[in-house]
C-alpha cells in the first residue's frame, strides 16, 4: 500500500506525455494538411477573334528618284534653284552658256533659207524642162537637210536650259557657276527625289508566307477583308506613324541569301516626315483567326528542352502540365497554337509552390495588369 502514492504518480506523467505528444502530432499534422491543398491564382482562358499582324523591319525608298545630268556641252552660266527646295516638273535648274548654240541655230537657219530658194526656182524650172528632174530632187533634199539641221540646232539651244524632269525635293548640287559639264557625263549635277507618297521596302522569311497562305487556304485563317492590305509604321524613335499605308507588291523571287521575299507599301507623305534611307518597322495584317487562344505570359514558362510548358487547374481541382506550341507573342500575350483550350484554368500565380498532381485550391488571379485582364479582339487588353 505504501507504493500506490508512486504509482499514482508515474501513471499521472505518461498520462500528462502521451497528452502532449498528440498535441504536437495535431500541430504538425496541422500544416501538412494546409500544404496539401495551396491556393493558386488562375485565369480562364476564352477563344475569340485574333487578327494576326506581322511585324517586318524594313527602309523607306523615294517614290521617284531623277538624276540631273546635261545634254549638251558647256560652261554653267547660273544656277536657279535652292539646294533642299521643292522643284516643279519643267522648272528650269541651271543655264548652260548658250552663245556656241544660238550661233549655231543661225547659220542652220541660213542653209536652209538658201536651201527653200533654190528649190523654190528649180521647181519652176522643172516643168519648162530647163532642169532635170535629179536636180531638183536633189535641191529637195538639200532643204529638208537643212530644215532637220535647224530642228537639231533649236533642241540642242533649248538644252542649255537644265529642266527638272519630275516634280520634287532637289538635294545639293555638285557643279557650280563656271564649271564644264559634257553630255553624258556620269556624275548627276543634282537629285530630284519625290517623297510624297513615299515607298517602304520590307522583308518576311518564305517560310512565314508559306504559312500563311496555307493557313488561309485551309480556312484556318480568314481574310482580314478590306483591310488585308493595310500597313502601319513603327517610326526609329518608337513613335507610331500617323498615316496607314496600303501594300503594293511582292518580289516574284526569294533572296537565295536570306530566303526572304521583299514588299513593297506605299505610304502618303504629306509633311515629309518619312525621308528616303529612314529604317522603320511595318505592321501588317495577314488575316483573322476566328478562334484563338491567348495566354498571358505570366501562366508560359520554360521546361530545361526550352519547350514552353503551362500548368492548369483541372475539374477535380489537380494540377496538370502541358505542352505548348506558340507562334508568336502579341503585347503580354502568347498566341496558342496547340496545348491549351477554352475553359483552361490557367494557372497564372503561385506557380512556385504547386507541382503536376497537386490538389490546389482556386481564386481569380491577382497578378495581371489591368491591360492583360480583359484582351480584345486583337489580343490586347483593354
Known amino acids: 500500500m505504501q507504493f500506490k502514492p508512486v504509482v499514482t504518480a508515474l501513471v499521472s506523467a505518461v498520462a500528462l506525455a502521451t497528452l502532449l505528444s498528440g498535441c504536437d502530432k495535431k500541430e504538425e499534422a496541422a500544416p501538412q494538411q494546409a500544404q496539401q491543398a495551396p491556393q493558386v491564382g488562375v485565369v480562364t482562358l476564352k477563344a475569340q477573334p485574333y487578327t494576326l499582324t506581322s511585324e517586318l523591319p ?219 534611307g529612314m529604317f522603320v518597322h511595318a505592321k501588317l495584317q495577314a488575316g483573322v483567326r476566328s478562334e484563338a487562344i491567348l495566354a498571358p505570359q505570366q501562366g508560359v514558362t520554360r521546361d530545361l528542352k526550352g519547350t514552353p510548358t503551362a500548368l492548369i487547374v483541372n475539374k477535380d481541382n489537380k494540377v496538370e502540365q502541358r505542352e505548348l506550341v506558340t507562334t508568336r507573342t502579341d503585347g503580354a500575350y502568347w498566341v496558342i497554337e496547340k496545348g491549351l483550350n477554352a475553359g483552361d484554368r490557367l494557372i497564372t500565380e503561385g506557380l512556385q509552390y504547386v507541382k503536376p498532381g497537386a490538389d490546389v485550391t482556386v481564386k481569380d488571379a491577382g497578378n495581371l495588369t489591368p491591360a492583360q485582364s480583359a484582351p480584345d479582339a486583337n489580343g490586347k487588353g483593354k
Request: glycine share 6%; charged share 25%.
Open 58 to 276: 524594313g527602309r523607306t525608298t523615294a517614290y521617284r528618284v531623277a538624276e540631273v545630268r546635261p545634254q549638251v556641252n558647256g560652261i554653267i552660266l547660273k544656277r536657279l534653284f535652292k539646294e533642299g527646295t521643292e522643284v516643279k516638273a519643267g522648272q528650269q535648274l541651271y543655264q548652260i552658256d548658250p552663245s556656241v548654240y544660238e550661233a549655231n541655230l543661225g547659220s542652220s537657219q541660213a542653209t536652209l533659207e538658201s536651201a527653200k530658194s533654190l528649190a523654190g526656182r528649180y521647181k519652176q524650172l522643172i516643168d519648162e524642162q530647163a532642169v532635170s528632174r535629179q536636180e531638183y530632187d536633189n535641191a529637195r533634199s538639200q532643204q529638208l537637210q537643212a530644215e532637220a539641221s535647224v530642228k537639231s540646232a533649236q533642241i540642242d539651244l533649248r538644252y542649255t536650259k537644265v529642266l527638272a524632269p519630275i516634280s520634287g525635293r532637289i538635294g545639293r548640287s555638285d557643279v557650280t557657276e563656271g564649271a564644264l559639264v559634257t553630255n553624258g557625263q556620269t556624275n548627276a549635277m543634282a537629285t530630284i527625289q519625290q517623297l510624297d507618297p513615299i515607298y517602304v521596302d520590307v522583308t518576311q522569311s518564305s517560310a512565314e508566307m508559306l504559312r500563311l497562305r496555307r493557313d488561309l487556304d485551309s480556312g484556318k485563317l480568314q481574310k482580314a477583308g478590306d483591310n488585308a492590305a493595310s500597313v502601319k509604321l513603327t517610326l526609329e524613335d518608337g513613335s507610331e506613324y500617323a498615316q496607314a499605308g496600303k501594300l503594293e507588291f511582292s518580289e516574284v523571287s526569294v533572296d537565295q541569301a536570306t530566303g526572304s521575299v521583299t514588299l513593297r507599301a506605299v505610304f502618303p507623305n504629306p509633311e515629309h516626315v518619312l525621308l528616303p
